[in-house]
DNA sequence: AGTTTGACTTACCAATCGGTAAGTGTCAAT
DNA sequence: ATTGACACTTACCGATTGGTAAGTCAAACT
């Protein structure tokens, strides 16, 4: 199937917007990528705040896919979290326009009108939040524990995803390509070190 | 001391490119915030670009000075890491600043000409690069597999600062700032954790 | 044959952008 | 008393922004 111009508008904005931010790329820049006019955008999108609405859901519906494929899966807990947060670390470069798109929303969601940002995290946190507690090393976390170490991992994984345009400008592209292998099998440790490790429970007498 | 215009400019400029991004904001915004016109700050930086260069060599010169005060404390390597690390989650909210705006850095260095972003990172994550070889249980691994550990743990403290804006809008203020306790101390777990425990040299065979 | 629909375009708009030029007023030094 | 630096302001500029209005033109439907 070709795509249609909506849905190849669709897919340049949203590597504009992951590259340039929201405010940085224009409508009329995202229409000149097909030889268009900006009308011809405004065509399928009435504004620019609703074709980025419509990234957003995308993005989110994308995520909501990948929490319901690795918590199917029929694994035991442990693993099904390494699943979905090894999900997120990019097999290739251009996987990392959800997390740069994410990571931006995660800065901007207090003043832009969109609280898309805050609406898919939340349940999206606290479906992992409910995973994590059933890994036995730790039950004896609490739930705000629970969720901090969660967010350490999220925060490992995101933060090298968000990294690539620079991590590429500094190492180059053979370096960075040989970085992303050696850190996909160093996050599967981690995850394995904290899964099955007692240290994170040594806090639980202070936050009970 | 009372500061100068010039020093407040730059402070609510950092404030506000920290909130809404380099193009989220104008000079026109910044001067307003202080009852002056735009032309009062094109007066004290000849240029945007200018203005914002100051704040990121002000930050790049921050984040130096926190490596060294680490670094010259004479601990074990280890705790050296640990404080590093650990000074940069949050103790108090307006501490996110810098690290919303190294984050957006991150995400755009590609493009804009300040490529600060980058000349800053690299040193740093060489230094600290070194300094994590020195921890004995990690004295097996390669200088890649260090990086991958150390960035795993920069993203860790990292993401969390960038989620203020968000977090706080999830969970409330009272909330936020629970969590920003328990974080910073099951952040110290993991630092031990990583530091200390085997899980991360396993793969040291495949990765010589 | 006539009408409608979808996919656009040209023309235009007020608002805002970063920046230049040329002042104005105050205060200190000469 | 004059000069000159400093801290600004008003006036203006061309370019770009998101968006409106009103077409044009080919294909599909009745």
Known sequence: MTPTTRQQLLATARTLFADRGFYGVSIANIA????LSKQALLHYFPTK?????EILKEIASELEQMKS?????????AE?????????????????ERARILMRELLDNKHRA????????????EDITNLAKTIPAWSNLSDTQTLAVIYQLLG???????????LRGIF????????????ATQFDALIDAVTSGSPLQKEKTIYP
Chains 1, 2 share one sequence.
């Open 156 to 166: 490992a994984a995101n933060y090298f995803s968000v990294s690539e345009p620079t």
């Open 114 to 125: 969109e609280t898309v940002g805050a609406w898919y995290l939340k349940p999206f946190l």
């Open 69 to 77: 494929d690795a918590m199917s899966s029929g694994a035991d807990p």
């Open 172 to 183: 180059g592209k053979r370096n960075y390509v040989a970085l992303t292998r050696v850190f």
């Open 80 to 96: 099904q979290l390494k699943r979905l947060l090894s999900g997120m670390i990019p097999a290739h470069p251009a996987d990392t």
């Open 32 to 35: 000149d990528e097909h030889g």
């Open 49 to 53: 705040e609703k074709l980025y609405g």
